[in-house]
């Protein structure tokens, strides 16, 4: 998997390229990533890349043919790492730009990437980017969430890390992304609480039922503290589970429980 991300801070990202799961993963090569500074393909001698909002209003707008000019250098590398093999094919990843106006980002869409050849990042910044650029050139729009970041630097670090942490091999343990919150292979529940030693913190014990070494009564405990906390915090997650069939029968009279 490769990710190009198109960024006036590429600095942003060694972050995710040196440091945790993210930091192994690469230094394992099962992924790698490429930086692209639309500043690299200015032509005057500011190295403009942004300009005044046409229609007036405060702050300043990307211009397009930077932009532009780094997603086409981004595709012909990512085109022709393919053709080590003499045979250069076109590059089709998705282009996705990080915007609060595109579909909210989730565990679906991280799994998605995961599965995939990659993608190429486009990170905007001041009051955002000539909607020409987006229409020639971007296929997917994402947002983080119903907030505003000062750049999509942030947001394409959250996707990086999100879809490289599925690889297969990137955890120590392989098991520990299918515990995970919104995991729809599973339940797409949220996650039930964690706990290491000691066994009693500041007078507050373990939970008897995590001691117990039984492992059915545990995985029992575990599935109903994630129906209790998603059911109170995120019920449409539980809506959304039980639609798709995965809620049991012993799931739906735990939660008939609960309700009553
Ligand atoms: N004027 C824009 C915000 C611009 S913020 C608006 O109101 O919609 C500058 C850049 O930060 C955006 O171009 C985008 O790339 C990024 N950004 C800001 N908030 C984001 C969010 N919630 N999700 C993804 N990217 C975001």
């Known amino acids: 998997m490769r990710f190009d991300v198109v ?7 060694s972050v995710v390229r040196d440091l945790g799961v993210t930091g192994r993963a690469h230094k394992q090569s099962l992924w790698s990533l490429a930086l692209w500074n639309p500043r690299d393909f200015t032509h005057d001698i500011h190295r403009t890349v942004d300009d005044r909002p ?13 932009l532009e000019q780094a997603v086409a250098a981004a595709r012909e590398s990512r085109a022709s790492r393919e053709a080590g093999t003499g045979v250069s094919s076109p590059d089709d990843s998705p282009v996705i730009l990080m915007s609060p106006t595109g579909r909210r980002f ?52 959250a996707i990086i890390d ?42 507050e014990s373990v939970p008897a039922e995590l001691l117990s070494g039984h492992h059915a009564n545990i995985a029992v405990w575990r599935r109903q503290q994630s129906l209790t906390i998603t059911a109170a915090r995120r019920p449409d997650l539980i809506a959304a589970a039980r639609e798709a069939g995965l809620l049991s029968r012993a799931d739906e009279k735990f939660l008939q429980s609960l309700a009553s």
């Open 54 to 66: 046409y229609g007036g209003g405060p702050g300043m707008v990307m211009m397009a043919e930077p």
């Open 162 to 203: 999100s879809a490289v942490r599925l690889l297969p091999g990137a955890l120590n343990d392989a098991h520990s992304a299918l515990q995970d919150s919104f995991n729809t292979a599973l339940t797409g529940l949220l996650d039930s609480p964690h706990y290491t030693r000691p066994e009693v913190y500041r007078d």
């Open 106 to 157: 989730d565990q679906a869409m991280a799994q998605d990437l995961a599965s995939g050849p990659g993608a190429i990042l486009i990170c905007g910044r001041y009051e955002g980017i000539d909607q020409r650029f987006i229409n020639r050139n971007v296929t997917h729009e994402v947002s983080m969430g119903d907030f505003v970041l000062s750049g999509g630097e942030i947001a394409a670090l």
């Open 7 to 13: 960024s006036l801070f590429p600095d942003m990202f």
